[in-house]
């Protein structure tokens, strides 16, 4: 098992940033995904930014590319998304996600909820304009 724990939402002005926090204690696999998935009010939850604890296959939704930036401490068994820039239509709950198995074999793996075991809470971040 595997619990996920976010941090870090809040409120915040249109161009400005976030750092959002995502520890995970369990059993960690380490060639597992992490992903950030949210949530916008009335849409389905949708894919963000995802990457393995050996750092390899890092990947974003376009809508937050060059503009946000997933990593990772592997000695705090923590991941982070940095959000610059950010944008009214960023305002959504955050989740956090942890894979149990590595899905090499599955193109683009990191994007589909289904491979996900794990999810956090959610954490609400939320952008004025």
């Known amino acids: 098992q595997v619990q996920l724990v976010e941090s870090g939402g809040g409120l915040v002005q249109a161009g400005g940033s976030l750092r959002l926090s995502c520890a995970a204690s369990g059993r960690t696999f380490s060639d597992s995904f992490m992903g950030w998935f949210r949530r916008a009010p009335g849409q389905e939850r949708a894919f963000v930014a995802a990457?393995?604890?050996?750092?390899?296959?890092?990947n974003y939704a376009v809508s937050v590319e060059g503009r946000f930036t997933i990593s990772r401490d592997n000695t705090k068994n923590t991941v982070y998304l940095q959000m610059n820039n950010l944008k009214p239509e960023d305002t959504a709950v955050y989740y956090c996600?942890?894979?149990?198995?590595?899905?090499?074999?599955?193109?683009?793996?990191?994007?589909?909820?289904?491979?996900?075991?794990?999810w956090g809470q959610g954490t609400q971040v939320t952008v004025s304009s």
């Open positions: 996600a942890s894979t149990s198995k590595s899905f090499r074999g599955v193109t683009r793996a990191w994007e589909y909820e289904w491979v996900y075991d794990y």
């Open positions: 990457t393995r604890w050996t750092g390899e296959n890092t």
